[in-house]
């Protein structure tokens, strides 16, 4: 891997949609000279449909979702299958524990968005099944982990991306959750 992430095999970035979590995981999974991996390109084509309409997934729609994405964590690490970064909303805690996030060599990342942000974003996006009509349902979903795996996803992606890897890296950050962003 392109830097020492220590035990850590699988990297999950998590929030709600327009939160970055494709854009962060990307770009840190090339950093890291690992794998991605988009969970929006697992949803069925049902649950695809259901979101475009604007209508939040159930517990019972994100089932077998889930499933699928818990298979490629435990094989990355069983050592069956290269490391990787996940992209997942990944929005309740029980969501979470199906992804096995909670076990030795998973970090989890939370992008903590204002809603504001969130919505400019979602209304900016063409081409995603996943729209502005969702925000609510997501909002409203979300039970964020515990602080200490927060970015602020406000943040510009190249000083994320740099927030992002001293977090996983265990380097002193540079940065608080509060400072100011400065808009450019």
Known sequence: MGADVGECVVVVVMGVAGS???????????????????????HSQTSREKMARGIGLEDEDRRPWLAALRVFVDEALSGNRRPFVLACSALKAAYRAALGVERPGVRLLHLEVDSATLARRLERRRGHFAGPALLTSQLTTLERPPSESWLP????????????????????????????????
């Open 20 to 42: 970055g979590k494709s854009a962060l995981g990307l770009r840190l999974a090339t950093r890291l000279g690992i794998d991605f991996i988009d969970a929006d390109d697992h």
């Open 153 to 184: 996803g406000e943040r510009p992606l190249a000083e994320l991306e740099e927030i992002a890897l001293r977090r996983l890296t265990g380097a002193p950050e540079t940065l608080r959750l509060e400072d100011p962003v400065i808009d450019s």
